[in-house]
């Protein structure tokens, strides 16, 4: 299966969109002005976060699947770039030693002249 096949919305996917759009659209109508507006209120919370607990049980796999390819990518990533790095500090190492011979002859040199 392709990643764009992957990434198209299924049934079960477009209706929890669907069902998120409805929840939006019945929080911006709630009025919460009243005790008993205000444990209607407390109902709708307890229906989002069932809804949440569905959103999260049907995406769990896809983004666990998806989060075990991003860890395979990054450790092949990592393989690849840790010779470079490695190679990097060695050259780097080697600059700082060739600055640190040119100011101590630098230096040997400005005391001659002193002297």
């Not at 079960?12 to 929080?27: D, G, H, K, M, N």
């Not at 995406?59 to 666990?64: A, L």
Request: proline share 3%; glycine share 6%.
């Amino acid at each position: 299966m392709s990643t764009a096949e992957r990434l198209e919305p299924s049934g079960e996917e477009t209706a929890l969109a669907t069902r998120s759009a409805e929840l939006i659209e019945q929080a911006e109508r709630y009025v919460v002005d009243n005790n008993d507006s205000y444990e209607d209120a407390g109902e709708f919370l307890k229906v989002c976060k069932r809804f949440e607990a569905g959103v999260n049980g049907f995406m769990g796999p896809i983004v666990q699947s998806w989060h075990a390819g991003h860890k395979q990518a990054k450790a092949k990533e990592n393989s690849l770039l840790h010779p470079v790095k490695q190679a990097r500090e060695i050259v780097g190492l080697k600059m700082g030693a060739f600055d640190h011979k040119c100011e101590e002859e630098r230096r040997q040199e400005e005391a001659m002249v002193r002297d």
